[in-house]
């Protein structure tokens, strides 16, 4: 398979995406953009994990921004550690690029990977545990693992689910991310989510932070 162009509603400063992972996350979030509603999900997806070893013949070039199993978690628990090994081992021929590694377990993504060319980002929802969303790491969890780690690093609030507003841009502060991205949900999976105003207050209290924040368009549906 040849590298992908990044399109659609991927991040606008990713110019590429990849995925030698194959088979379904074990995370099973209900909210899982690899689950099309109509045609529901690939079969390169469906099944046990496994990599698909074609992708490993794919030339990264140089001067890209690459963003590593956008389609999958390779951090998440079951996950063999050498399928951690191998995918990097093919990051690291190719280290002209920047490379993109987004987890809901960053405590084993910071045991795994050093990537001096890497930037690390956790997905964090909300700051409450919602029963019935997802088998990942609580979001609490998640927070404490990127804290103190002196790398690269981002948040993803996305999708964006109900919120404390102080509680929760303290703690994406404590996380110290070079950016947040802020978007909603995509696919109709009717989720517990904030209002307008909710939103509205958290992007001041992050800048009060000094915290950059990038929107994606997704979140234009919950504006009036």
């Not at 529901?40 to 794919?58: D, S």
């Not at 102080?166 to 109709?188: H, Q, T």
Request: glycine share 6%; charged share 25%.
């Amino acid at each position: 398979m040849p590298l992908t162009k990044s399109k659609g509603n991927m991040y606008p400063w990713v110019t590429h995406t990849h995925c030698h992972l194959g088979g379904e996350c074990p995370h099973k979030c209900v909210y899982c953009y690899v689950d099309n509603p109509r045609f529901g999900r690939p079969e390169k997806y469906q099944g046990e994990l496994r990599l698909i070893e074609a992708e490993f013949a794919v030339k990264y070039g140089s001067g890209k921004t690459i963003f590593i199993e956008n389609c999958n978690d390779l951090f998440a628990e079951g996950v063999s550690d050498e399928y951690i090994r191998r995918v990097l081992a093919h990051c690291r021929t190719w280290p002209d690029n920047t490379y993109v590694f987004q987890t809901k377990n960053p405590g084993r993504m910071r045991m795994s990977v050093w990537e001096p060319n890497g930037i690390f980002g956790t997905t964090i929802e909300t700051n409450r545990d919602i029963p019935g969303i997802s088998k990942a790491p609580r979001p609490q969890d998640r927070v404490a693992a990127m804290m103190g780690w002196q790398v690269r690093k981002f948040v993803t609030v996305e999708p964006v689910l109900d919120f404390d507003v102080d509680v929760f841009a303290e703690w994406i502060a404590r996380i110290e991310p070079e950016f947040v991205n802020l978007g909603a949900d995509s696919k109709a999976h009717h989720l517990p989510e904030p209002t307008i105003e909710k939103i509205t207050s958290l992007v001041d209290k992050l800048k009060t932070y000094g915290i950059e924040l990038r929107e994606k368009h997704n979140l234009s549906r919950l504006k009036p």
